[in-house]
């Protein structure tokens, strides 16, 4: 069974910056694509970041946090960062991270076959 886990999530007020890490482990799992989802109280979950952890490491964004967030591996093919930054309250979410074997990024969540509990982010105005 694979396992994904969120780590880094808290507190901030706007303006500040943060960054989320995202480990998926399990024996013979090797993650092409792993990516970051939000869902704000009383809204749809919606995509953030994508990035392929092979060769390339093609990354895509949402429009709402492209300049802002950053996506990025980590020393394994199963690690990622997420490096949020000029954080604005509509930020405010639950935040997920997912994995899947296939190599393209995507910001499509049907396309993900492993994901985390999610952690919390808050921004103060």
């Known amino acids: 069974q694979v396992q994904v886990v969120e780590s880094g999530g808290g507190l901030v007020q706007a303006g500040d910056s943060l960054r989320l890490s995202c480990a998926a482990s399990?024996?013979?799992?090797?993650?092409?694509?792993m990516g970051w989802f939000r869902q704000a109280p009383g809204k749809e979950r919606e995509p953030v970041a994508s990035?392929?952890?092979?060769?390339?490491?093609?990354?895509y964004y949402a429009d709402s946090v492209k300049g802002r967030f950053t996506i990025s591996r980590g020393n394994g093919k199963n690690t990622v960062y997420l490096q949020m930054s000029s954080l604005k309250p509509e930020d405010t979410a639950i935040y997920y991270c997912?994995?899947?074997?296939?190599?393209?990024?995507?910001?499509?969540?049907?396309?993900?076959?492993?994901w985390g509990q999610g952690i919390q982010v808050t921004v103060s105005s």
């Open positions: 990035i392929s952890t092979l060769s390339g490491y093609s990354t």
């Open positions: 997912a994995a899947d074997p296939s190599g393209r990024p995507s910001l499509s969540a049907s396309l993900y076959k492993y």
């Open positions: 399990g024996r013979a799992f090797t993650a092409g694509r």
